[in-house]
């Protein structure tokens, strides 16, 4: 076997100027997969990182059949949510968590409505997590005795066309059927730099939605705050067996419409990443098919020699996949290279942030990661794709016979 | 120059294959660029098709003091006497459809459930209700007369778990700047194949929406439909009055034009890529046959050829090269593209969100004159680009050396 791999080895190098051609292209290939790759990492940090700050926590817990996805927020009372408190803050890896009890509604002045989200935290719990409250930027946050009084975004007081101190109505449903609508003033308004999401969430205290819609001492929603993203799957799987009944769910649930956007046009990418590679394949059938051509003679020493049809045209085929590694090494140093260039510059989206709910979500620069997540798979269609591009040449060399070959000048 | 192409057909028929499969390589190119652009383009003319249908329309006439964003409903905001208005630019020429549209926001709520909406009075017999009109998935339309009815999207009554005949409740901002609730019931159901929209408008008669906000005789827009959307300066002329704002439908959907032309923009780089890897295959092909031919290029210059000539047989090779692949390309393309014009791409995203870019559940992909002969030229040059090198490589041969190669 040894020997067969230096033989095909060598055969690659013969004719330096081609085999760098199908390199470079093949190279090419594998680096634009990185790049994609990469750019999708980056959107999905640059997406999920700010999805935290705006859903609040990192894990929510709810009442069973409230449903999940971040369009709907009906009023269900969650059992024993003290008891779940004190389970979740057990937890290994948890920072913070606390009640909060969200719903819809409408927050309207003379000048105009708007459909919002309310939410109302127990803002002493939430301290240290909460990035609202952190970014007040004019008047001051919400401390739980705080009755008619509302937290709003930058972007909803510019949209409204109000201030500190402005009364704005929240209309909402209570959790027994009644409108209630209440008129209350403005303490202090958020910058969280992303205004279309501002606008989607006002504050209030949790003491006053408790009276306000009928929910007296309950809330609807844990929220669970983590020391670092990524260990949401861990925490969960530890907390399911000890909240049976529940639902859990981390941020990545919230947004599925994001996860699927992703995942189908990765799985378009997919497929014309391999047309490329195919089209990087001709190369490589067209390179080897002329040095059947060339080595006629040589293969017929070969066969003359005593190596089966079979043996032939592995050399071939092992020759080919040596051109696939190769570029997979080039197009890995290539890959890198742009990656590389791209994370230093970053790429700015921030005008298409009007566009979907998610791109909303994106307030700076997107950096991608050097996109070496999927290297592998991708390394080995690319050896796949130019080993099977090998295929025809080396049944065309193993059909030779050896004494018709020799006779060949 | 006939002699040229025939020498150079007869080359490439030297080795058939090898030159059809570097044919095949830049069509296989060729017909990946065509598919990718006629995506993008079915993606984005769609999104900007639907929201002129749904949203925007050609034009809309406001109140010059209106802000979308706001969805005031203060008089001053608003247009006065809005049949009449309507009237009287359904008559301008270029016009198919001129009808008044009352916004307002607001959510419904069902049980323990709400969710965000946008109420819009519409006039029911009106041209421009169509895409609802012909969307109707259960029950019925609306009539203008009805006072306690409305119409839900399909995306909305899934999420709130609702069909015809149910009762909603729902709450709107109103002109004295209060909210309003009252309780409706859901005559039909639409959809417009784009669950982004239908999960938040929710249509009821332009005179109970009047009534329902306290808006009166007055409407947010006119919203209005062109028979030809490039006529809009002449309808803008003939419209404007004091009081009056009339916004274009591409005003209204700027971020959508823009966003169009940045990701064509980005999409050069991604072409330009795809047609490198396709021109490696045809510069080793070509550089190959003119290795082979070392010894014929020598007699050819020995009989007195110059190096120009010689290049130019090669230069006509890769030519050929390149009407072979762009016809394969055109081809393969044109059938896989015509599959996806007909039958969509199950891609697109379903999207929530009050502003922002529509979509369907699939992508039809679309195929314009501009993308095909902008696209075909490309491949065509990058091809004969590629044969360039080789061409040139065959020319620079010097002619006893050449002479006494071994083959």
Redesign the interface.
């Known amino acids: 076997m040894k020997l067969y791999l230096r033989l095909a080895w060598r055969n690659t190098w013969r004719h330096r100027?081609?085999t760098l051609?199908?390199v470079?292209?093949m190279g090419?290939?594998l680096s634009?997969m990185m790049m994609y790759d990469g750019l999708v990492d980056g959107f999905n940090q640059a997406i999920y990182g700010n999805a935290i700050k705006v859903l609040g926590g990192n894990i929510q817990v709810h009442a069973k059949g409230y449903g999940g996805s971040?369009?709907?927020?009906?009023?269900?009372a969650l059992d024993n949510d003290g008891g779940i408190l004190q389970t979740v803050l057990t937890q290994p890896g948890v920072v913070a968590a606390s009640r909060r009890i969200n719903?819809?509604?409408?927050a309207?002045?003379?000048?105009?409505?708007?459909?919002?989200g309310i939410t109302a935290i127990e803002p002493e719990l939430e301290q240290e997590v909460n990035l609202a409250g952190q970014n007040v930027i004019d008047g001051r946050g919400l401390t739980s005795d705080d009755g008619d009084s509302v937290l709003i975004g930058k972007g909803l007081a510019e949209?409204?066309?109000v201030g500190v101190g402005d009364r704005i109505?929240l209309?909402?449903?209570s959790?027994h059927?009644q409108?209630r609508?209440r008129t209350m003033t403005v303490i202090g308004i958020y910058d969280l730099g992303m205004p279309?999401i501002e606008k989607l969430t006002v504050y209030i205290s949790l003491n006053e939605a408790q009276t306000l819609y009928d929910l007296s001492g309950a809330s609807t929603e844990v929220a669970i705050f983590l020391d670092e993203v990524g260990r949401e799957r861990e925490v969960i799987a530890a907390l399911t067996p000890l909240l049976p009944g529940y639902e859990i769910q981390s941020f990545t649930d919230s947004y599925p419409?994001l996860q699927?956007?992703l995942a189908?046009?990765g799985q378009?990418m997919d497929i014309?990443s391999v047309?490329?590679l195919?089209?990087?394949g001709?190369?490589i059938?067209?390179?080897l098919?002329?040095a059947v051509y060339e080595r006629t003679r040589e293969i017929g020493v070969l066969g003359a020699l005593g190596l089966k049809p079979r043996q032939i045209s592995l050399l071939f085929i092992l020759e080919g996949t040596f051109i696939g590694v190769v570029g997979v090494g080039l197009g890995i140093v290539l890959g890198l290279a742009f990656n590389g260039m791209i994370r230093a510059v970053g790429l700015d989206f921030t005008?298409?942030s009007?566009?979907?709910?998610?791109t909303?979500l994106i307030t700076d620069k997107v950096y991608p990661s050097w996109g070496v997540g999927r290297l592998l798979s991708r390394a080995v269609t690319v050896a796949i794709i130019a080993a099977l591009a090998a295929v025809l040449p080396a049944r065309e060399a193993a059909q030779r016979d050896p004494a018709e070959a020799l006779h060949y000048v | 120059m006939i002699q040229l192409l025939k020498l150079a057909f007869r080359n490439l028929g030297r080795n058939r294959r090898r030159s059809f499969f570097s044919a095949l390589a830049m069509g296989m190119a060729l017909a990946l660029l065509l598919l990718m652009a006629s995506v993008i383009r079915g993606e984005m003319g769609d999104a900007i098709d639907l929201s002129i249908r749904l949203q925007s329309g050609h034009l809309q006439v406001r109140s010059a003091t209106y802000d979308e964003a706001k969805t005031s409903l203060q008089w001053e905001d608003l247009v006065e006497n809005p049949d009449q208005v309507a009237a009287q630019v359904a008559s301008l020429d270029p016009v198919t459809v001129a009808t008044p549209r009352l916004y307002a926001s607001g959510f419904v709520t069902t049980r323990n459930e709400s969710a965000p909406v946008r109420a819009v009075g519409i006039d029911p017999p009106s041209e421009a209700n169509a895409p609802y009109r012909d969307g109707i998935r259960e029950g019925e339309f609306l009539s203008p007369d009805d006072r306690e009815g409305v119409l839900i999207g399909w995306s909305l009554a899934q999420r709130l778990d609702l069909s015809t005949g149910d009762t909603v409740s729902l709450s709107v901002n109103t002109s004295n700047g209060e909210v309003e609730e009252q309780a409706f019931t859901v005559r039909g159901i639409y959809s417009t194949g784009t669950s982004g929209f239908d999960g938040l408008t929710v249509l009821l008669p332009l005179a109970k929406a009047q009534a329902f906000t306290g808006a009166e005789d007055h409407a947010s827009s006119i919203f209005v439909l062109l028979k030809d959307p490039a006529q809009t300066d002449a309808v803008i002329a003939a419209i404007q009055s004091p009081g009056f704002e009339v916004l274009t439908w591409r005003d209204m959907n700027e971020l959508l034009i823009q966003t169009e032309q940045l990701s064509s923009g980005y999409m050069v780089f991604f072409y330009l890529i795809v047609l490198g890897i396709a021109a490696t295959v045809i510069v080793n092909t070509q550089i190959m046959s003119v290795y082979e031919r070392t010894r014929e290029i020598g007699i050819l210059s020995a009989i007195g050829m110059r190096g120009r000539n010689v290049m130019a047989i090669f230069l006509t090779e890769s030519g050929m090269l390149a009407t072979g692949g762009v016809l394969l390309g055109l081809l393969i393309g044109g059938i896989v593209i015509a599959y996806f014009t007909r039958y969509g791409l199950p891609l697109a995203v379903e999207n929530f969100g009050i502003t922002g870019m529509l979509l369907r559940e699939r992508i039809y992909t679309q195929l314009t004159v501009q993308d095909t002969v902008q696209l075909t030229l490309m491949s065509f040059l990058v091809t004969v680009l590629a044969g360039l090198y080789p061409a040139v490589l065959a020319s620079r041969m010097e002619p006893v050396a050449a002479l006494r190669a071994e083959k």
Request: glycine share 14%; no cysteine; hydrophobic share 50%.
């Open positions: 100027r081609r051609i199908i470079l292209a090419f290939g634009l971040a369009g709907q927020k009906p009023l269900l719903t819809g509604g409408l309207s002045s003379r000048e105009g409505a708007f459909a919002v949209a409204m066309g109505t209309t909402g449903r959790a059927e409108m609508q279309d419409e699927y956007a189908s046009k378009a014309f047309i490329i195919g089209i990087a001709i190369g059938l067209n390179l098919l002329m005008a298409m009007g566009m979907t709910s998610y909303a």
